[in-house]
């Protein structure tokens, strides 16, 4: 299995942007359809953004589309969340994973990241 690490999550204001990355440890990346989930306090871990392979699919939940670009460079082994535009509601958790199915399904999830938080302030 490959194994995830996230990074990139702080305290930012609304309106503001951060990028979150998740690098893998294998250089079979490519063969993984790859998320971004989030849980907030409280609340069920939600996919929010997922890719395939190649990077020519993409598929977005309405709480996210327009505001977040999921991203992937295969050759660098790297997923990115770039979020612009953060809302208070967006203060959560965010995990990567790595799945074999697109679009992702939570249920079959092969990897899971450590997570990164996110605060976004009023």
């Known amino acids: 299995q490959v194994q995830l690490v996230d990074s990139g999550g702080g305290l930012v204001q609304a309106g503001g942007s951060l990028r979150l990355s998740c690098a893998a440890s294998?250089?079979?990346?490519?063969?993984?359809?790859m998320g971004w989930f989030r849980q907030a306090p409280g609340k069920k871990r939600d996919l929010i953004a997922a890719?395939?392979?190649?990077?020519?699919?993409?598929n977005y939940a309405d709480s996210v589309k327009g505001r977040f670009t999921i991203s992937r460079d295969n050759a660098k082994n790297t997923l990115y969340l770039q979020m612009n535009s953060l809302k208070p509601e967006d203060t959560a958790i965010y995990y990567c994973?790595?799945?074999?199915?697109?679009?992702?399904?939570?249920?079959?999830?092969?990897?899971w990241g450590q997570g990164t938080q996110v605060t976004v302030s009023s």
């Open positions: 994973a790595a799945g074999l199915v697109y679009p992702l399904n939570h249920d079959q999830i092969t990897s």
């Open positions: 890719i395939s392979w190649s990077g020519a699919n993409t």
């Open positions: 294998r250089h079979t990346f490519s063969s993984y359809v």
